[in-house]
């Protein structure tokens, strides 16, 4: 495997960002996106053997935003 993708949610209520890999049982947060990024690195590489690790990891932000009309 050359890439592993993470769903990045930020926390409305707060704060933070929780990450959670795709096809893979991997989740981490954390309160800032710095600090997320060094979480997401280390839970790849506790997930995965040694040197099974993929080369890429993609961080995909997902923005949920409600627009009422009335």
Do not use: K
Request: hydrophobic share 45%; aromatic share 6%; glycine share 6%.
């Amino acid at each position: 495997m050359s890439e592993i993708v993470f769903q990045i949610i930020e926390d409305d209520t707060d704060g933070g960002f929780t990450a959670r890999a795709l096809g893979h049982s991997i989740v981490t947060e954390a309160d800032t996106w710095d600090q997320l990024r060094v979480n997401v690195r280390e839970a790849v590489l506790c997930h995965f053997d040694p040197g099974q690790a993929p080369a890429v990891i993609r961080l995909h932000r997902v923005m949920d935003e409600l627009l009422a009309t009335a």
